[in-house]
């Protein structure tokens, strides 16, 4: 200590030793003291990069969950949405035919009507109509299918009763159904059945034959429509198919291509 106050007062002479001895142990504590405290701040410093780099993970890992649980969802209602059209698809020739028969339309004769309507029907006796007939048979089907009569005349607003035939030829009972349109497709609106044995499943035993018959009438507001002015004649015709499983009959108003 000595020496090195001499060695200070040589370059110094105003230095006082007194003052040295006083301000040296401060100097050494505050030494001290910034050497052991700097791993503590090394140590501080470092605190807050682990935990944001917890807080970094944590939150890559909840926007990681959260895609996942948007995924799922749209996944959820693609499935749901893919289900829904399968089921439509099945569903949607019964309530296309449904349809057709409830207005008329692709040339289906209207359905669902009873006698009760006819009471209240005012004929219209000066538009006489002529209605024929027609029958067919599919491929697969081995029938004998006819009308008895090749046309009748009728006026909107009254009833008409027609009658088809139909035998089975062969030697083993044959299960048909049938299916039917209206020409033109604009007079299907107003041609409405009231018995017919459309879309019934008909059972003929070998060489059994039967009649048929369909019970209609025109109505009347047939008269009314300015596009059924030039009409005066309507076919009404009937194709038989064989009735197997899996079968599928066309949809009313629409030419059948047979495979």
């Known amino acids: 200590m000595l020496s090195s106050i001499a060695l200070i007062r040589v370059f110094c002479p105003s230095f006082s030793a007194r003052l040295f001895q006083t301000t040296c142990p401060v100097i050494v504590r505050t030494l001290h003291s910034s050497i052991c405290r700097r791993p503590q701040t090394l140590l501080q410093g470092r605190a807050p990069l682990r935990l944001q780099f917890r807080s970094k993970k944590s939150r890559v890992r909840l926007e990681e969950e959260e895609r996942k649980t948007r ?11 893919g289900v829904g059209m399968i089921g439509l698809s099945y569903a949607a020739v019964p309530l296309y035919r449904l349809y057709c028969q409830a207005t008329g339309l692709g040339g289906t004769a209207v359905a669902g009507h009873d006698s009760s309507v006819v009471e209240h029907m005012s004929p219209v006796k000066e538009r006489v109509l002529k209605v024929t007939f027609n029958a067919d048979t599919h491929a697969s089907i081995q029938w004998n299918f006819r009308p008895q009569q090749s046309e009748i005349y009728v ?10 035939k139909a035998k089975n030829p062969t030697d083993k009972p044959i299960i048909g159904i049938s299916t039917y349109n209206v020409v033109p497709f604009e007079a299907g609106q107003y041609f409405n059945k009231i018995q017919c044995f459309c879309f019934e499943e008909q059972r003929l035993n070998p060489h059994e034959e039967v009649d048929m018959p369909v019970f209609f009438y025109i109505d009347p507001e047939f008269d009314s429509d300015p596009r059924m002015a030039r009409v005066n004649t309507i076919t009404l015709s009937y194709t038989f198919f064989e009735a197997k499983e899996g079968q599928r009959l066309p949809l009313p108003g629409y030419s059948y291509q047979p495979q």
């Not at 006026?155 to 088809?164: K, R, W």
């Open 71 to 81: 995924n799922r969802t749209v996944l959820t209602y693609i499935a749901a949405a």
């Open 155 to 164: 006026v909107p607003g009254e009833t008409a009763l027609a009658f088809y």
